[in-house]
């Protein structure tokens, strides 16, 4: 019976069936059919261990998080980003899009959403790449690359997910995905200067002067002040301790709003509600997934899921690096076929007991869980961040999928590699910091 609530739910993420949805039909085959007997199970087996996950503060800081990026979408506070970054590397073939790249790994430490950096910082960026004859497949291949950098630059609520669902501490799976996503970040602009390094096409700014640069310095820096300020008081109060993550996502509301709204003056009253609406619906939807999700979980375990599929994956391989090597792809392959939300929510509490049974550590799955559903998203057929970015920037998808290739390749694929390899890097934070285990 789960082989077929298995089939259920994949059939129905795969047509198109929304992931609340879907979760509750594996879990309503399994409810009526499952069980050693067939008989299925009871509401008091799995609805009040439903609502004891659900009841965690923890969950708070995703709704903050996503209203503070809709905010900072609304109240231009990206465009002040984008600005001050192109004073530095405005002047290199191929600076703009370094600028979009940084750009994007500073809006999607706070938005936390690749979708919402993309809309955001591509709305902005696109205009001014194509101006600079940037080609549109590498725009869009670039800009939808550099918006998942908010996967692996904490917070995110992807790994608050994970945390929640895993029982680790949330800081800790913060702490993991630094590493990859300061290097994913470097590669993408190196990779990116070396695509473009003999189009001849793409428009280089004038060499500024050292007085240029300081005036233009200081104007745009003086401006921009207030939207950096943004990312170091969230993340310097969280890994200064002074706040938890849920005080933390408040508090990047509570500054958000009046920068927007009396600094850059592009959030209005009417606004503010939109997005206050707009994230009362996307919170909606996470928490119907999230409760569903618990109890499918709950099933799975009473199923014994990651034991059967522990058993299929040793009659594989006996070698732990094998086997994590499989996950990888399965992680990757998950990826392809539905948003990085819903991979965490339906494949933690079935790989979890797997991770631990073979001797890895926790915190160590979360930085790999981070870089997987960032790759997946970019990956075809599906790659559904790709598409989208195609979308917004006009571009036919045979015009993106060689640049995104090359992104793939040379940024993405190394930093899997040691994050699933070489633990010891992206442990190195968590256990300076924290002192969680090696």
Not at 290 to 311: I, K, N, Q, T
Request: aromatic share 10%.
């Amino acid at each position: 019976m789960i082989y077929i609530a298995i089939f259920i739910l994949l059939f129905c993420l795969v047509v198109g069936v929304p992931a609340p949805v879907s979760f509750m039909a594996s879990a309503g085959w399994l409810i009526f059919f499952g069980g050693p007997d067939g008989a299925g199970y009871t509401a008091s087996q799995l609805l009040p261990y439903a609502f004891t996950q659900m009841n965690s503060v923890s969950l708070i800081a995703i709704a903050l998080f996503i209203m503070a990026g809709g905010i900072m979408e609304r109240g231009r506070i990206g465009e002040k980003l984008i600005d001050f970054v192109d004073v530095f590397v405005g002047h290199l073939r191929g600076g703009l899009g370094v600028v979009g790249t940084i750009s994007c790994a500073v809006f999607g430490s706070i938005s936390g959403a690749a979708c919402a950096t993309l809309s955001c910082i591509g709305s902005i960026m696109f205009p001014r790449l194509r101006e600079g004859g940037y080609p549109r497949g590498h725009s869009a291949a670039l800009m939808s690359n550099a918006s998942l950098l908010g996967l692996l630059i904490p917070p995110n609520a992807t790994l608050i997910i994970f945390a929640w669902i895993s029982g680790q501490p949330v800081l800790a799976c913060f702490l993991s995905t630094v590493g990859p996503g300061i290097v994913t970040t470097i590669l993408i602009c190196i990779v990116n200067m070396w695509l473009l390094r003999n189009n001849e096409q793409v428009l280089v700014a004038h060499n500024r002067t050292r007085e240029e640069k300081w005036r233009l310095f200081k104007e745009r820096g003086r401006l921009a002040i207030p939207a950096l300020m943004l990312p170091v008081i969230v993340l310097g109060g969280i890994y200064g301790g002074v706040m938890t993550t849920t005080e933390a996502s408040a508090v990047a509301v509570l500054y958000s709003i009046p920068v927007g709204m009396f600094v850059y003056k592009g959030l209005k009253v009417k606004d503010l509600l939109e997005v206050v609406a707009e994230s009362a619906v996307t919170t909606g939807v996470i928490m119907a997934m999230l409760f569903s999700v618990a109890m499918l979980s709950r099933l799975y375990l009473l199923e014994d899921l990651p034991g059967r599929m522990f058993v299929l994956l040793k009659s594989v391989s006996e070698n732990r690096w094998v086997i994590l090597f499989m996950i990888n792809i399965f992680l990757v392959i998950m990826g392809m076929l539905m948003d990085d939300i819903s991979v965490v929510v339906l494949t933690t509490p079935i790989l979890m007991p797997i991770i631990l049974e073979l001797g890895f550590n926790p915190i160590h799955y979360a930085a790999i869980v981070g870089v997987n559903t960032g790759l997946g998203c970019i990956t075809p057929p599906a790659a559904p961040v790709l598409y989208l970015g195609g979308r917004l920037n006009n571009a036919p998808i045979n015009e993106i999928m060689k640049p995104a290739l090359w992104f793939m390749l040379l940024c993405w694929l190394p930093v899997l590699l040691v994050t699933a390899y070489i633990p010891k890097v992206v442990l190195f934070l968590p256990h300076v910091i924290l002192g969680t285990p090696w």
